[in-house]
């Protein structure tokens, strides 16, 4: 891309790293981007709509609905998958925790930054007096995940970050929001800093929910495009927000407060544009934690090579890492989250059903016998010699003796080995005939693939509301 060098200068003295941030922010147009990227962010955007519409009809999503009363909340914001039309912020809220709700959404950005950012700009969309270009709005989301994902590296990094006990959908997320939603209301560089400051007072989210399958997981998505949409919309208002919210050793910021010692605030802006972080991001074939997703095709694989049947198979050993193991290594199936966030019963499923799609994620499924008796032969080590990010090691036992190890490190839908466009969209029809008729569901396929010819995006959100 062609943008004119900004001096690092100014970075460090005449304007603070978030200032910084939002001065490069304010100077991208869809042109910079090349053409896969602009096609890869209508994927991710179809993508996002298809989880979230699916997503309406979880329990997490009736819960929160009902237990926030949303209902009695009157706007112009849809709610994805359902007849209501709410305020702003509540559409980015509980769109935002539909579109997690179940584990379809993607990753690799803030970690899922299609579940924060797209939730915030389609829900401030309808507030919007001026016109939005679908090439706007394309501009927007990129941005989203770009500052989402950059905030976390900034951080430390996934691991790092992660390690500590914070869930970076929700802490790094929130920038996102406010970065994609800013932008598509016009905010200019002070604004979009102001924008910036005031997010961190939003950012939240831990992994105590690992412990017990509890479902705080998916309102972190939605918080996060919550809070991000407020703190611009605070801005918009002439709000302030703090300059020195990413200066790694002012009190209260958010580096010395959310990684203190492990920050490297100049990733914010290097080399901003070389790399569109979008670029970088999964989209999920599997119902489950990205971090499973390895092990299933390593099944797949394996069964392949050896030519076994399942009847035939013996044993299944797995080596992970320790901080792997910690975020999907358990057996525990208590609950729906659990299942959806381990290893060995992704593999169970793999083995036992031949997919691990939304219906391996009901309890029918998660606690049949046939399952139980495939987690018996699963056995799960930490391999201290393994790095955080390092894919699981597995080997399958074949009853004859014979066996086979692998370690695939480009999974199915990841940058290096993407969905097919065709899977994708029939991922998107699959999940989306949920809740919505198939016409309505053919006009919203064909508006974010020509999402970049589209004068004025408004009218999207319309699309995602169900008939009555």
Not at 78 to 106: K, Q, T
Not at 146 to 162: S, W
């Amino acid at each position: 891309m062609s943008l004119p060098p900004i001096s690092e200068k100014s970075v460090t003295r005449d304007r603070s790293f978030a200032g910084a941030l939002a001065e490069r922010l304010c100077r991208v147009g869809v042109s910079d981007f090349p053409a896969a990227t602009v096609h890869k962010a209508k994927l991710h955007l179809l993508d996002t709509l298809g989880a979230g519409l699916a997503g309406a009809a979880s329990p997490e999503t009736q819960r929160v609905w009902h237990g926030l009363g949303l209902q009695t909340d009157a706007g112009r914001s849809v709610v994805w998958g359902m007849p209501h039309e709410v305020g702003a912020r509540s559409a980015g809220f509980i769109n935002g925790v539909s579109a997690h709700a179940l584990e379809l959404d993607d990753s690799g950005g803030c970690d899922h930054s299609g579940a924060v950012v797209v939730p915030a700009a389609l829900a401030i969309l309808p507030q919007l007096a001026h016109a939005v270009s679908g090439r706007h709005l394309l501009t927007a989301i990129v941005m989203g995940y770009e500052v989402g994902r950059r905030v976390l590296e900034a951080a430390g990094g996934y691991e790092t970050h992660n390690g500590l006990g914070w869930h970076s959908t929700g802490t790094c997320g929130v920038f996102g929001a406010a970065a994609a939603t800013g932008l598509l209301m016009g905010l200019d560089a002070s604004g979009l800093e102001q924008a910036l400051g005031i997010s961190c007072s939003f950012a939240g989210g831990t992994w105590a929910f690992i412990h017990d399958g509890s479902q705080t997981k998916k309102l972190h998505p939605g918080r996060a495009a919550e809070g991000g949409l407020t703190a611009a919309l605070l801005a918009a208002g002439d709000f302030t927000g703090p300059a020195e919210i990413f200066e790694p050793e002012a009190w209260g910021s958010f580096f010395k407060t959310f990684s203190p010692g492990r920050s490297a605030p100049h990733l914010l802006t290097e080399a901003f544009g070389e790399k569109w972080r979008i670029d970088r991001c999964s989209i999920k074939p599997y119902a489950t934690c990205r971090g499973t997703h390895s092990a299933i095709d390593a099944i797949r694989q394996l069964r392949s090579a050896l030519h076994l049947k399942i009847e035939d198979i013996a044993a299944i050993a797995v080596e992970m890492s320790g901080f792997q193991f910690g975020m999907c290594g358990g057996k525990d199936l208590a609950s729906r989250a659990q299942a959806q966030m381990s290893l060995p019963y992704a593999v169970a499923a793999e083995l036992q059903f031949g997919k691990v799609g939304l219906a391996e994620l009901e309890p029918g499924s998660w606690l049949s016998p046939a399952i139980q008796a495939w987690l018996d032969k699963i056995e799960v080590r930490i391999d201290p010699g393994m790095a955080d990010e390092d894919e699981p090691a597995v080997t399958l036992v074949a009853k004859d003796g014979r066996r086979l190890r692998t370690v695939v490190e480009f999974p199915a839908g990841s940058p290096a080995n993407p969905l097919p466009d065709g899977e994708l969209i029939a991922k998107f029809r699959e999940l989306a005939e949920q809740v919505l008729p198939a016409p309505q569901i053919a006009r919203i396929e064909d508006a974010v693939l020509k999402l970049d010819d589209i004068a004025d995006a408004r009218d999207l959100p319309g699309l995602l509301k169900r008939p009555s």
